[in-house]
T-cell receptor, first 117, second 114 residues
């Protein structure tokens, strides 16, 4: 079955540092990947849609200069939280759409817990 | 390999009837389970959860059943309404893992027919 991995699974950093989170589709090609942030009551907010080889599409209210997304290949998308601050502490989850599946199936990664001190 | 599986990609139910969405998992360490509902172009919204110390949790029209021995959980919606039409994801985690990673199924698209 299709698997999506995220690395790292958890990261603790000091305020002002940048953090990169990787999202990989392990056995399928993902032309589209999505980045979510978990909020209280555990709902996931869509932050941006990442398309391979083109610029990401950000949802309203998400700062593109702060949350930098790069979809460099069909199996890898990265989210960089630039100059992270404590309010950026959250759980970030990616999902990938299988280009070959012919459906709207999304495979979710296990998430990355970011704690900014 | 997928640790959480939803084997039915789609389900159609008549309005007023019961919708049953199924989810299977492989990791016996999972002890916390959630269901999310997702409309197109939106992020998944938390719906209901269940801890492994319970076998049933009910919230209004939504009930989640957990069968630990079978590593199976199900979401029952009764009565089903057209507004329930969405994609439903189940997710599982090992709450003892402080990273609190979630493992999601691939979703079941529910269509409630008026």
């Amino acid at each position: 079955g299709a698997v999506v991995s995220q690395h790292p699974s958890r990261v603790i950093c000091k305020s002002g540092t940048s953090v990169k989170i990787e999202c990989r589709s392990l056995d399928f090609q993902a032309t589209t990947m999505f980045w979510y942030r978990q909020f209280p009551k555990q709902s996931l907010m869509l932050m941006a849609t990442s398309n391979e080889g083109s610029k990401a599409t950000y949802e309203q209210g998400v700062e593109k200069d702060k949350f930098l997304i790069n979809h460099a290949s069909l199996t890898l998308s990265t989210l960089t939280v630039a100059s992270a601050h404590p309010e950026d502490s959250s759980f970030y989850i990616c999902s990938a759409r299988d280009a070959g599946a012919g459906t709207d199936t999304q495979y979710f990664g296990p998430g990355t817990r970011l704690t900014v001190l | 390999d997928q640790q959480v599986k939803q084997n039915s990609p789609s389900l159609s139910v008549q309005e007023g009837r019961i919708s049953i969405l199924n989810c299977d998992y492989t990791n016996s360490m999972f002890d916390y389970f959630l269901w999310y509902k997702k409309y197109p172009a939106e992020g998944p919204t938390f719906l209901i959860s269940i801890s492994s110390i319970k076998d049933k949790n009910e919230d209004g029209r939504f009930t989640v059943f957990l069968n630990k021995s079978a590593k199976h959980l199900s979401l029952h919606i009764v009565p089903s309404q057209p507004g329930d039409s969405a994609v439903y994801f189940c997710a599982a985690s090992d709450s003892r893992n402080t990273g609190n990673q979630f493992y999601f199924g691939t979703g079941t698209s529910l269509t409630v027919i008026p």
